[in-house]
Structure formats: C-alpha cells, structure tokens
C-alpha cells in the first residue's frame, strides 16, 4: 500500500479573470474547487495511472469534509485525522499575472501528532509513505524525523518533497526518493543552480548522504536523476503549458507508480517525468491516457559531469 501525507491540506479555489483589477470588482464566469496540497496530488494521481493508495493528514471543518468527500468519489481512501478548525482555502486568481492568497495551516497539537505517529508505525514491510508540501514551522524538525526513523526501522520506503528547513533536516535520514526542485536544492546548500551541472553535483550530495534516489526538477531544462550508480538527464516533451500547479506532485506519483511494479529507476524516471508534463498540458491533474502518450517523447540521456552524452 502506498500512503501520502498532507500535514497542511487545502481547498484551492481557482479563479479566471480576463482582466484582474486590484482594488475593484471582478467577476468569472469560469472557477474550479480543488483538494489541494502536495501528498494530495500524489494520492489523486496515484489513483488515475491505476494505483490505490490511502491519504493521511489532517482535516475539519466543512472544508475538510469536502476534501474526504472529493477524494472518495475520486475512489482516493482517507484516513485524516480532525482538528477541529476548518481547513484552510487558497486562492488563486489566475490572469495576465498569478495572484495567490493562502490561508493558514492548522494547529496542531501534541495528541494529533501522536495519533499521525501511530498511523505510521502501523504501516507495513515494503509499503511507501510520501511525505510531501508544506510541514509547518510549529512543528519540531525532530518529529519528522522520528517518523522517517520509524519507516526505515519498519522497511517502509521514506518519500519526501518538502523544502526548508524540514528539508535540511530530513534528508539526514534515509531516504528512498527525494524530489526537490533546483531552486529548493539550491537553497538547501546555501548556493544559486543555474546549470544541470550544477545540480548534479549537488543532488550527489544528497546521494552521499543516504538518499537512494534524487530527481531534480529544471522546468525548461527538463529532470535529472541521480543515484549512486546512476545519472540520467531527461529531456520532457514539447506542449503548451496551461498549469504548473500539481506538476511536480504529477512526477513523484508517476516515478511510485512505475517503480512499484518494476523496480527499474529508469523506467520509473521516465514515467515521472512523462506524467509530470501531462498535467503540465491539462489545466487539472493528468490522467494514464495522457501519461502514455507522451512516454515515447521523454528523452533519456546518461549524464556526465562534462555534459551530457547521447
């Protein structure tokens, strides 16, 4: 089974306006309501490419209800924890520019965290955990630790696609996939990645460190992969980009849902980055027909820290 955390989920109400006036009145005629939050899109697309996972986190309110309710018809199985305040909605008004409003994260107590703790020591041999978006700063890095500790103790494999300091923190632990992008690698060592030779070196970093696998995602310059025996440049297929949002969490689902029936990195990297791109494309999250359709125009290259050959 694989199960997704989402510590900070939302509702993402989305706008389209023409013409967006500050300060003014502004109608659309065209709004979508989304469960939002990055292990969310990981269960959402899990769920389209055919694989069934559980979603975990935390919930309330007629917010929260809406998002069990949207992930239920989607077939997503919940397994949220209440914290009696209502899930936050996020708005995003998309127009000439992006404007976003997010709303805040729960609270969390220590009961709560215990009972997510509980959830996961219950997670079985050879399952996976993803971890992934925003972990709030109210919230001690030990305990994310603790439970990347108790996945590597119970041979869980241990996702993860946060930035920050829970980042920092986390990749101390043993990880099977961590996908950060290069301005979230970047910042992680302090320095400014501009070149995939760049990242590479870095991405080693992590590798060194104990992470198995490391994707960096490069926007126009497509996706790396590196491992300890292993360095592969992928090159995504050519499209209009209608949405960026749920992209990222596209290629994180697309890499478990291959390596889950594989255990082939490469074929897995391809899959990610196919389905990455997918939603890319769509202006909701991609779908398996629009993932294989593009399988064949990822590009797969072993990379050098000279350059990349082909």
């Not at 389209?16 to 899109?41: C, M």
């Not at 769509?282 to 779908?287: A, I, K, V």
């Amino acid at each position: 089974m694989i199960y997704t955390c989402t510590i900070t989920p939302s509702i993402d109400y989305t706008v389209y306006v023409p013409e967006f006036e500050s300060g003014k009145l502004n109608r659309s005629d065209e709004v979508y309501y989304y469960p939002g939050g990055k292990g969310i899109n990981v269960s959402r697309v899990l769920k389209r490419l055919g694989v069934s996972n559980r979603a975990l986190g935390y919930a309330g309110g007629f917010t929260g209800h809406y998002i069990e309710e949207f992930l239920k018809n989607e077939g997503v199985d919940t397994d949220f924890i209440k914290t009696g305040e209502i899930t936050r909605i996020n708005v995003k008004i998309k127009s000439a520019q992006e404007t976003e409003l997010n709303g805040p994260g729960p609270n969390l107590n220590a009961a709560q965290l215990d009972a997510l703790t509980e959830k996961v020591q219950h997670i079985a041999e050879g399952d996976w955990f993803v971890l992934a978006g925003s972990l709030p700063g109210s919230i001690a890095a030990d305990y994310f630790l603790e439970l990347a500790e108790i996945c590597q103790a119970n041979k869980v494999r241990f996702v993860l696609d946060t930035s920050g300091p829970a980042l920092e923190s986390l990749i101390t632990a043993p990880v099977f996939l961590a996908k950060p992008n290069q301005q979230e690698l970047g910042e992680l060592f302090g320095v400014e990645i501009t070149t995939v030779p760049e990242a590479f070196r870095y991405a080693k970093k992590l590798v060194e460190r104990g992470t198995e696998h490391v994707v960096v995602s490069m926007g126009g310059s497509g996706a790396l992969l590196v491992t300890k025996d292993q360095a592969l440049i992928a090159k995504a297929p050519q499209g209009t980009v209608v949405n960026t949002v749920g992209s990222g969490d596209s290629l994180v689902s697309g890499f478990i849902a291959s390596y889950a029936t594989d255990q082939n990195a490469e074929l897995a990297f391809r899959y990610g980055v196919a389905s990455g791109s997918a939603t890319a494309f769509r202006s909701d999250l991609c779908r398996r027909e629009d993932v294989e359709r593009l399988l064949d125009q990822v590009k797969i290259y072993p990379f050098e820290e000279k350059g990349v050959t082909t």
